[in-house]
């Protein structure tokens, strides 16, 4: 563990430089080090600007979190700039736009290399915020391929059966992934608390980002579209409304809450789960 001055600065560590990721940092960035990882240079450069425009004290990092070593760079790089206050990791990709080895390489291993590369450097007061998605909810998944998930060493994750059985279906690949994101979560929470540090899952609906408007105009993105007006909620979530529940999440209201997901997706999993076969 990193030995911290009183006067050492709060760092926030933001994976993802979209409108998810940068509505995040500019939630939690003010007055604090912010540091924004991508795994691409030129959106990362232009989000680092921006910030830096805004006047927040931002600084890129380049990262790929389907690299184990690559995101324990990003949390060295974190520890050696001050204390760690918040982790919020939005890095991901679609079923609409990457093969399923893609979204298994990126939004199932890159969140298990993310949960076990900061909680070596997290400190007492360190929040994690997990970006999962509705679509974990919606996953079928046996009690004991689900205990597999949450606790087989990454290594060993991508040979599960429940993994090879997935074939070339990239909606079934992302729903698994995230899925085994709120497991692997839970399955971390007990060594996070042991840290003094918190970890949690947030699962979005429908959020108007430029990954959303790709999944939009996908084959599926009608169907998507019309259980937004199914559920009740008429419209997609904003990146801003994400950005609020990730500050409560990492903020002194939720020093009790770590283990667990928050649905933030207008009513949609209640209304996927209690309604949709009478609609």
């Not at 989000?47 to 890129?60: F, I, K, Q």
């Not at 290594?155 to 074939?167: H, M, N």
């Not at 996908?218 to 990730?246: N, W, Y």
Request: hydrophobic share 50%.
């Amino acid at each position: 563990m990193h030995d911290l001055t009183d006067d050492a600065r709060d760092v926030v560590v933001v994976t993802g430089a979209g409108g998810m990721g940068s509505a995040a940092a500019r939630r939690l960035g003010s007055g604090r080090a912010l540091i924004l990882a991508d795994a691409f240079p030129e959106p990362l450069d232009r989000a680092v600007d921006a910030l830096r425009a805004e006047g927040y004290d931002a600084r890129g990092v380049l990262t790929d979190v389907s690299d184990r070593a690559s995101v324990e760079q990003l949390a060295r790089t974190a520890a050696d700039a001050g204390r760690i206050t918040a982790v919020v990791h939005t890095a991901g990709v679609s079923a609409a736009t990457a093969s399923v080895r893609t979204i298994l390489d990126v939004d199932l291993l890159g969140t298990v290399y993310v949960i076990e590369a900061f909680e070596k450097v997290a400190v007492r007061g360190t929040s994690l915020v997990c970006v999962a998605s509705v679509a974990g909810h919606m996953a079928s998944v046996s009690a004991e391929d689900e205990a597999a998930l949450a606790t087989a060493p990454a290594e060993e994750l991508l040979g599960l059966g429940v993994v090879t059985g997935l074939g070339e279906d990239p909606i079934a690949a992302y729903m698994l992934a995230k899925r085994a994101n709120l497991v692997r979560v839970q399955a971390a929470a007990l060594a996070w608390n042991q840290r003094g540090a918190r970890i949690n899952t947030l699962s979005p609906g429908v959020i108007s980002t430029a990954m959303s408007k790709a999944e939009a105009d996908s084959a599926s993105g009608g169907h998507m579209l019309k259980m937004l007006d199914a559920c009740g909620a008429g419209r997609p979530g904003t990146p801003g409304e994400i950005a609020e529940a990730v500050a409560f999440l990492t903020g002194p209201q939720a020093l009790y809450i770590s283990g667990t997901d928050l649905l933030v997706d207008g009513g949609q999993a209640a209304w996927i789960r209690r309604h949709m076969q009478h609609a």
